[in-house]
């Protein structure tokens, strides 16, 4: 069965702490693996698509890495505006439409 | 460019009573379109999905139901609302087979008292 996990659930840093989150998963056959931001009371907004083992994308402070079992999110020099939920999802080959979210990281970046 | 409406944005109903939501996508061409429920401390539960127009494929068996009657609306809908339906509903779209980034619109908060 496909499964996503994240951790941690909840993180504090100081502005300019750079940290990263995990994103674990288990799929058979990966289409893609999704990170997202989601602010309270909002939809989750897209940020990145990894789509093989070894592939890194970067968005002004933020960098996600994939292996074949994980995915990073790496934040560097965090600022207070970039505290919200981080959400993953992954895509499998099974030939459905399904796609399979973590429960998320809770970023809070203190000034 | 894409965008993705949702209305309402809040909605309290009693328990018993019928529901309606419903999401537009402007700016691109047969979307696929996916219904999704958020509830608090979990991830995002994949409640509908649907490639074309009339064609409606449902991942969890419960109270609700979705329709697609044109190709970049797609409504959500109940006949008699539980307590366990509250929840912050999400709508969202992909292009289909040539991308899989799934684009999000704003939410529905619903509330069932």
């Known amino acids: 069965e496909d499964q996503v996990t994240q951790s941690p659930e909840a993180l504090r840093l100081q502005e300019g702490e750079s940290s990263s989150l995990n994103c674990s998963y288990t799929?058979?056959?990966?289409?893609?693996l999704f990170w997202y931001r989601q602010d309270p009371g909002k939809g989750p907004e897209f940020l990145f698509t990894l789509y093989s083992a070894g592939e890194e994308k970067e968005k002004e402070r933020l960098k996600a890495t994939l292996t074949k079992k994980e995915s990073f999110l790496h934040i560097t020099a965090p600022k207070p505006e970039d505290s919200a939920t981080y959400l993953c999802?992954?895509?499998?080959?099974?030939?459905?439409?399904?796609?399979?979210f973590g429960t998320g990281t809770r970023l809070k970046v203190l000034a | 460019s894409q965008t993705i409406h949702q209305w309402p944005a809040t909605l309290v109903q009693p328990v018993g009573s019928p529901l309606s939501l419903e999401c537009t996508v402007e700016?691109?061409?047969?979307?696929?379109l996916y219904w999704y429920r958020q509830a608090a401390g979990r991830g995002l539960q994949l409640l509908f999905y649907?490639?074309?127009?009339?064609?409606i494929s449902s991942e969890v068996p419960q109270n609700l139901s979705a329709s697609r009657p044109q190709d970049r609306q797609f409504i959500l809908s109940s006949k008699k609302l539980l307590l366990s339906d509250s929840g912050f509903y999400l709508c969202?779209?992909?292009?289909?087979?040539?991308?899989?980034?799934?684009?999000f619109g704003p939410g529905t908060r619903l509330t069932v008292t």
């Open positions: 649907s490639v074309g127009i009339g064609q």
């Open positions: 799929v058979s056959g990966l289409r893609g």
């Open positions: 999802a992954v895509r499998g080959t099974s030939g459905t439409y399904k796609y399979i």
């Open positions: 700016g691109t061409s047969n979307p696929n």
């Open positions: 969202a779209w992909s292009k289909g087979a040539s991308s899989y980034e799934q684009y």
